[in-house]
């Protein structure tokens, strides 16, 4: 299954590692690559909020993520406000092996199999893709270095990422700005298929917790519709107990 790059920041939105040194040698790719190894895969809980003032309304969200059975695993559920309560999700991103989406819909009383139709759509009506919480395949990616940018008082290096098979995925491109310094992710630039910037993903702020970069705060803005979502992690802890059951389909529509 391919695995878009943009989940690159959906994991900043929840824990980044500090603090490894940039090899000036690295490529583009190997560059990605050690972004993705260095996230931790301690067990955590969080609380969050997906907000739009454009909409006017938020989302409260639980998560827990723990690697369990050659899987990284995290479990969402919405608990607020009550028009979309108990709506939940799982995701199971396996290596090797076959990845799992599960949406649970309240209203149906009923888990449902994400398709890859279905990837491609809003995330609980926000500015953000269902894709963005699935692994990168780095290898289904070109990568290249396009200069340098300050970014939110970071100076970053700018990678492209480009599909190699463009017709799976929501985006032609995207330019990522990471800051060699605590090798963490300050901002993505998201392209439609025309090649017209559709989408910028950025990181407000980000706050150091337990020795990991933990971003506080995400907006993503759609510069074409003009309207723009915030996710804001409200608290989280590292080294949580979480059970395992929680990453199975009989947890989610219990």
């Keep these: 299954m391919r695995k878009p790059i943009e989940w690159l920041m959906f994991a900043a939105a929840l824990l980044l590692p500090c603090g490894f040194a940039f090899a000036q040698d690295l490529s583009a790719r190997d560059t990605l690559q050690k972004v993705v190894d260095s996230v931790p895969r301690v067990p955590f809980t969080a609380k969050a909020k997906l907000s739009s003032k454009s909409r006017g309304w938020v989302r409260e969200l639980d998560l827990m993520y723990k690697h369990i059975e050659n899987a990284d695993a995290s479990y969402m559920e919405v608990t607020a406000p009550m028009d979309v309560k108990d709506t939940r999700f799982l995701l199971l991103d396996r290596e090797p092996g076959p990845d799992e ?8 009383k009923r888990a ?20 963005d919480m699935v692994r990168p395949e780095i290898d289904a990616y070109t990568y290249t270095f396009v200069g ?16 190699k098979k463009p017709g799976g995925d929501p985006y032609s491109k995207a330019i990522i700005a990471i800051d060699p310094q605590d090798m963490v992710i300050a901002r993505s630039q998201f392209f439609d298929p025309k090649g017209k910037l559709l989408k910028v993903w950025t990181i407000e702020k980000m706050e150091k917790i337990d020795g990991n970069w933990t971003p506080k705060l995400q907006v993503m803005q759609n510069v074409q519709d003009n309207t723009e979502s915030q996710l804001e992690i409200v608290e989280i802890k590292y080294n949580a107990t979480v059970s395992d059951e929680t990453f199975h389909k009989a947890y989610l529509i219990r």
């Design 101 to 108: 989406q599960w949406i649970y819909v309240p209203a149906i």
């Design 112 to 131: 449902i199999q994400v398709s890859e139709q279905t990837r491609k759509q809003p995330f609980l009506g926000s500015d953000f893709y269902v894709s």
């Design 148 to 163: 340098e940018e300050d970014v939110n008082g970071r100076h970053c290096k700018l990678i492209e990422s480009v599909p």
